[in-house]
């Protein structure tokens, strides 16, 4: 959130340790992407957006409960184990696994078949993470419409094609 999109490097720490950085301290910090000013300026304004539109964090909850009810759904109707993590607008269907609460539990997951609903995500015109161990990042330019040709895509995948 703090570029707005664009990518930035920030950190913090207690006040006695931040206080060490310059200019306050004598210790100097910099890099490539420290204050960015055009990462800023997309920060500020994406901020700006959130405060003038304060019902946006709902519209993105209620984006990612409906894509994975959907992949939820989808499996149950196809016979398909699959266990779909959510945080908020962070979404991704794990295929063969009835839970995904820790590393181990997803490394057991099904890549292979995850590979093949990509393949058919990609050509249904769906832009999903290539890998299994990434989320989606539902966005607030998503609409209800994308979330059910996305779920449809995966519904219709795991029907037709051996996933």
């Not at 964090?57 to 409906?66: A, K, P, T, V």
Request: include cysteine; aromatic fraction near 8%.
């Amino acid at each position: 959130m703090i570029g707005g999109g664009l990518p930035v490097g920030a950190y913090g720490g207690r006040r006695d340790l931040m206080e060490q950085i310059a200019p306050s301290g004598p210790v100097y910090q910099a890099g490539t992407l420290s204050g960015s000013p055009p990462a800023m300026a997309a920060g500020i304004a994406a901020l700006d957006v959130l405060r003038e539109n304060p019902g946006l964090y709902e519209r993105l909850e209620r984006l990612g409960d409906r894509l994975e009810t959907g992949f939820a759904d989808a499996a149950a109707a196809a016979g398909t184990v699959c266990t779909v993590g959510r945080v908020g607008s962070m979404v991704t269907p794990f295929i063969g696994i009835e839970r995904a609460r820790s590393f181990d539990d997803v490394k057991r997951a099904d890549r292979e078949r995850f590979g093949r609903l990509h393949a058919a995500w990609l050509e249904s015109g769906i832009l999903w993470p290539p890998s299994q161990f990434e989320t989606a990042f539902l966005s607030t330019t998503h609409s209800d419409e994308d979330v059910d040709r996305t779920v449809e895509s995966f519904a219709r995948t795991l029907s037709t094609v051996s996933v």
